[in-house]
């Protein structure tokens, strides 16, 4: 679809300004990355999905949705582990909006589930929302899948991802120890079971088998405020660097390549970037994506 097909069947120039209409018919051919910046993130979260067509080019009514955000540690929205609760609930509410039967939020938590799901804000955020699941992981749930790749062969996957017809992979942008950064590419594994440590032998390579069997439809990068060191988990806010921005793409590998410059880094820097670029399953050269400031 060339890039006034794509603006005339989705609607998307009646809501975008004028400006940013030029800009994106100017920009070069590639898929396109939507960054808005601003202190209200419910806003700016809206803007980044319009500016990629709109949830519902994603999302059709009677879809199950998974929403799939890092809940992973037992920290406040301000300590930058887990994506911020208010991202999450404007990205569930698109879904609503766009005719989602239900909507699904989890993560399997390195910390106690419990405190996790509490202390991160997300629970609270979505307490309320009719048709909207946010559940802790159930064990029995994870599923062995083929997935014939270049490290992992088969590996244990949470049924309710497989089974959902749309995935919308919500991480947040952060250091982390052993990758480098942690963004879209490695939230994939919050639903991975079995024993995650194992992957750290090939992690990159790990993660491109698992990302080419379970694909994000859209991904969504919340850096309102990233963590710059002593990442996964962090807990010290002086690593915390507030950026009030959100991120969005429906190319996985994109979005992952322009969050990596917030932390001054080149998407080469990342293996886990270059590991999926090379198995296809998106864009790391910046010059070949339309970067949309909204």
Same mark, same amino acid.
């Given at each position: 679809m060339d890039r006034r097909t794509f603006l005339k069947s989705t609607g998307a120039a009646a809501l975008l300004a004028p400006v940013l209409v030029q800009?994106?018919?100017?920009?070069?051919?590639?898929?396109?990355?939507?960054?808005?910046?601003?202190?209200?993130? $419910?806003?700016?979260?809206?803007?980044?999905?319009?500016?990629?067509?709109?949830?519902?080019?994603?999302?059709?009514?009677?879809?199950?949705?998974?929403?799939?955000?890092?809940?992973?540690?037992?920290?406040?929205?301000?300590?930058?582990?887990?994506?911020?609760?208010?991202?999450?609930?404007?990205?569930?509410?698109?879904?609503?909006?766009?005719?989602?039967?239900?909507?699904?939020?989890?993560?399997?938590?390195?910390?106690?589930?419990?405190?996790?799901?509490?202390?991160?804000?997300?629970?609270?955020?979505?307490?309320?929302?009719?048709?909207?699941?946010?559940?802790?992981?159930?064990?029995?749930?994870?599923?062995?899948?083929?997935?014939?790749g270049q490290f992992l062969k088969e590996w244990e996957l949470y049924d309710e991802a497989l089974a959902a017809d749309v995935f919308i992979n919500l991480?947040?942008?952060?250091?982390?120890?052993?990758?480098?950064?942690?963004?879209?590419?490695?939230?994939?594994?919050?639903?991975?079971?079995?024993?995650?440590?194992?992957?750290?032998?090939?992690?990159?390579?790990?993660?491109?088998?698992?990302?080419?069997?379970?694909?994000?439809?859209?991904?969504?990068?919340?850096?309102?405020?990233?963590?710059?060191?002593?990442? $996964?988990?962090?807990?010290?806010?002086?690593?915390?660097?507030?950026?009030?921005?959100?991120?969005?793409?429906?190319?996985?590998?994109?979005?992952?390549?322009?969050?990596?410059?917030?932390?001054?880094?080149? $998407?080469?820097?990342?293996?886990?970037?270059?590991?999926?670029?090379?198995?296809?399953?998106?864009?790391?050269?910046?010059?070949?994506?339309?970067?949309?400031?909204?």
């Amino acid at each position: 679809m060339d890039r006034r097909t794509f603006l005339k069947s989705t609607g998307a120039a009646a809501l975008l300004a004028p400006v940013l209409v030029q800009e994106l018919l100017a920009a070069p051919a590639g898929p396109v990355v939507a960054v808005a910046e601003g202190r209200d993130y $419910p806003a700016i979260t809206r803007r980044v999905i319009t500016a990629v067509g709109g949830m519902g080019r994603y999302v059709k009514p009677g879809d199950t949705v998974v929403v799939k955000p890092n809940i992973g540690w037992d920290r406040s929205p301000e300590q930058a582990a887990n994506t911020h609760p208010a991202v999450v609930r404007a990205v569930v509410e698109e879904c609503l909006a766009a005719g989602a039967k239900r909507v699904k939020v989890f993560d399997y938590t390195c910390n106690d589930p419990r405190r996790c799901y509490l202390n991160s804000g997300i629970e609270q955020a979505l307490k309320g929302l009719k048709k909207v699941e946010c559940k802790q992981i159930e064990m029995e749930r994870f599923k062995m899948i083929a997935l014939n790749g270049q490290f992992l062969k088969e590996w244990e996957l949470y049924d309710e991802a497989l089974a959902a017809d749309v995935f919308i992979n919500l991480p947040i942008a952060k250091h982390h120890g052993l990758s480098r950064l942690t963004l879209g590419l490695k939230n994939i594994m919050g639903v991975m079971g079995g024993n995650r440590g194992f992957t750290h032998r090939n992690l990159a390579t790990a993660l491109a088998d698992v990302n080419s069997r379970l694909k994000s439809h859209l991904t969504i990068i919340d850096a309102t405020r990233i963590l710059t060191a002593h990442g $996964p988990q962090g807990g010290n806010l002086a690593d915390v660097k507030v950026l009030n921005t959100v991120i969005a793409s429906a190319d996985i590998v994109a979005a992952d390549a322009y969050a990596t410059t917030l932390f001054g880094l080149k $998407p080469a820097d990342i293996a886990v970037t270059v590991a999926a670029h090379k198995r296809g399953l998106g864009e790391m050269d910046l010059k070949r994506i339309r970067v949309v400031r909204v």
